[in-house]
C-alpha cells in the first residue's frame, strides 16, 4: 500500500485507528480521510509528542496490521 494514503480501505481501517489512538475524534478520522501526513499530524497535534516519534508508531502500526 501507498505510503502516503490509506484511502482505499479507510472506512474499514477507523475503527483499528480509534482502537490505537483513542484520543482521535470522529471529527479527526473524517478530517484525516485516509492520509498518513493528515494522521501523523492529528496525533502530534494531539499527544504534544515529536513528528518522527509519531511516523515510526504509524508505521509500527500499519506493519503490524498489514495496511
Known amino acids: 500500500m501507498?505510503?502516503?494514503t490509506l484511502k482505499g480501505e479507510w472506512n474499514q481501517l477507523k475503527g483499528s485507528?480509534?482502537?490505537k489512538w483513542a484520543e482521535l475524534t470522529d471529527d479527526d478520522?473524517?478530517?484525516i480521510e485516509g492520509s498518513?501526513?493528515?494522521l501523523v499530524g492529528r496525533l502530534q497535534e494531539r499527544s504534544g509528542?515529536?513528528?518522527e516519534e509519531v511516523e515510526r508508531e504509524v508505521d509500527d502500526?500499519?506493519?503490524e496490521n498489514d495496511y
Open 61 to 63: 502500526w500499519r506493519r
Open 36 to 38: 498518513r501526513d493528515k
Open 49 to 51: 509528542r515529536a513528528k
Open 17 to 19: 485507528v480509534k482502537q
Open 2 to 4: 501507498n505510503t502516503q
Open 29 to 31: 478520522l473524517t478530517h
